[in-house]
């Protein structure tokens, strides 16, 4: 899934490349470096949740929550925090949107762009990606399709789709509150901070879980 998801670099340079204007190269190029970026951390955030539940199987991960009776956020708060900020640059919701910055890149790569092709960014990027790496995090940290079953044989699903939705709303409510950060902070908080907080997490995992 991670794999298929850096697949977006692609198209992000190509788009700004094909534009008549450097700005929205210039975008393209900002944005790319995001996605390279915190893919990195995205992996290491995940790795903590695939050495608890020993396996890689989206079902046997909701599975080891449900035997466990604990959702794995609770022994993975950091690797969550971690995974909701990825997701935001992923997206470029803000405040990861440096690739808009409508100050100095007038929306960046998709600037050349109009009617349903520009249709196509937002749909994409916002809403899809959005959409797909909440539904991820629901299965990784969130138990998954768990929960009372007061609505019977729906109760699987009605819960997936509350979790996930819960988390698309809390993104777009970050977008609406937070302000802009600019490129070099978002690349040196990558990789500086975020990236040696994800591996000391999973070493720390590791260590626990072998010894504890």
């Not at 050495?51 to 609770?74: C, D, H, N, Y």
């Not at 990027?125 to 959005?130: A, C, D, G, K, S």
């Not at 629901?138 to 988390?167: C, H, Q, T």
Request: with cysteine; proline share 4%; aromatic share 18%.
């Amino acid at each position: 899934v991670f794999a298929f998801g850096s697949l977006l670099v692609y198209g992000t340079i190509f788009s700004g490349w094909a534009s008549n204007s450097k700005y929205a190269f210039i975008g393209s190029l900002r944005k790319a470096a995001v996605i390279i970026g915190y893919e990195v951390v995205l992996g290491f955030a995940v790795l903590g949740v695939i050495l608890l539940a020993g396996t890689m199987s989206t079902t046997g991960i909701v599975q080891a929550q449900i035997e466990r009776g604990v959702w794995f956020i609770v022994y993975q708060p950091v690797a969550f925090v971690l995974y909701l900020f990825c997701m935001l640059a992923e997206s470029g919701r803000v405040p990861f949107d440096i690739q808009e910055a409508e100050a100095e890149l007038v929306t960046g790569y998709n600037v050349e762009y109009g009617g349903m092709r520009f249709g196509v960014f937002p749909l994409a990027e916002w809403y899809l990606n959005v959409m797909a790496l909440s539904a991820i995090a629901v299965v990784l940290f969130l138990g998954g399709w768990s929960g009372p079953r007061i609505f019977g044989p729906l109760s699987p699903y009605l819960w997936f789709l509350i979790k996930m939705f819960g988390l698309v709303f809390f993104v777009l409510w970050l977008h609406w509150t937070l302000p802009r950060f600019q490129a070099k902070d978002i690349t040196e908080i990558g990789w500086k901070v975020m990236l040696p907080l994800a591996v000391l997490n999973v070493v720390i995992t590791a260590f626990v879980y072998y010894f504890v």
